[in-house]
């Protein structure tokens, strides 16, 4: 049962889901015009949170008091993350973000974000919350079964072939940086291959850069991230 935190999400910014399920950190709101299968989705949506809390050493759902609400909403036109006024994660209503595919695409960037807003990170690096969540996105993306070794690839691609000024582009100049750390031996396809599945390694590095860059700008080793628009 919803507590009076979760609740109050639900009844303010999720009027139009009739139905709702939960697990130990999520809940799911949805309407009949869900396209995908609610107990596969939660589940799904459950193990990006396991798989973020156990690489960040955190928990939203203690800080906040409140499970993180993914649900349709028409306050919203892009999937979005968001602690103010409630933990939750809308997702707009449109056709596409109904296949349950797209939906879970979605949430392994946006409940990220909710790490970062907790971790050491966010005071001094405010807007380095999309390059690290694209990060974490990858590993996110390998528990529930999407390709995220393509996806870190292409974030590392974006760094060094297309170069354009994106978020994915810092992201691969994150994935470098763990590169050098810890599989400086190791080929490209190999360090993707092998880092994205071992869980303590991602976490030590994740931990690493917490403590790196709490008191200093990110921007002092990366790419300076200030003059970047939206994905
Ligand atoms: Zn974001």
Redesign the pocket.
Known sequence: MPNTHEKKVLDTQFPRCSNITESVDVIFAYSNQFKGNEKPTLDALQRIMDCLKEVTCLDPTQHYHSKVVVGYTDQSTQP??SGNGGHRVHIPIKLEYYAQDKLLDACT??LA?SFYRLSALHISNEKW??PF?EFLRGPAKAQIGQNGISWWYDCIKEHTETKRNTFRNVTGQILLYAKDKYYSQHTLEAFVREFILDENKVSEFTLSLFTEFSNKPMADRFYPVEKMGKR
């Open positions: 979005n993350w960037h946006e974000h919350g999309d969540c």
